[in-house]
């Protein structure tokens, strides 16, 4: 079976990686647990956290200080035993791809494909797991069968989840 697995929210905890390097810089900042999509939201510095994520801490955060979600990389090893045909399907930001690419070589994560695009129902798979609400949606309107990674800023999804 071919299983489209996303990284961020479902494999990477970004979230935690981020708030790790960002209370380094700034201690004094209280950020709020990320419970909806659009972390700028949670962090005092608003939507310059983006720049801040994306640009300026982009290695520490999705590289140096970012862990895989518990049990992550045993399903993902599980998968491959199964003999799975296993995608990872993931939207990066632009320049920023080898450093996803990087922390699946880091975590010794199993995988033959990797597709880093924001168009996600393009890749042909029977599964998909993925934590977006926006690309479960597009998934399954695309007759897809979209599985939800439950996370606390996915509670609106009504649909499978894991």
């Known amino acids: 079976m071919k299983i489209g697995i996303d990284v961020d929210g479902v494999l990477r905890d970004f979230t935690a990686a981020l708030k790790r390097v960002y209370v380094r810089d700034y201690p004094d900042h209280i950020v709020e647990p990320v419970t909806e999509w659009g972390i700028e939201k949670f962090y005092p510095i608003g939507k310059d956290i983006y720049d801040y994520a994306f640009k300026f801490r982009a290695k520490q955060v999705f590289l140096d200080d970012a862990l895989p979600y518990q049990g992550a990389i045993k399903m993902m090893h599980n998968l491959r035993k199964d003999e799975h045909y296993i995608w990872i399907i993931s939207t990066q930001p632009k320049g920023l791809e080898y450093l996803t690419t990087e922390w699946l070589k880091r975590f010794d994560v199993p995988f033959d494909s990797v597709a880093i695009t ?45």
């Open 118 to 162: 924001s168009e996600k129902q393009d890749i042909d798979c029977e599964i998909y797991l993925d934590d977006g609400e926006h690309n479960l949606i597009e998934l399954r309107e695309k007759g897809k069968n979209a599985i939800c990674f439950d996370q606390p800023w996915n509670q609106n999804w009504m649909g499978e989840r894991v």
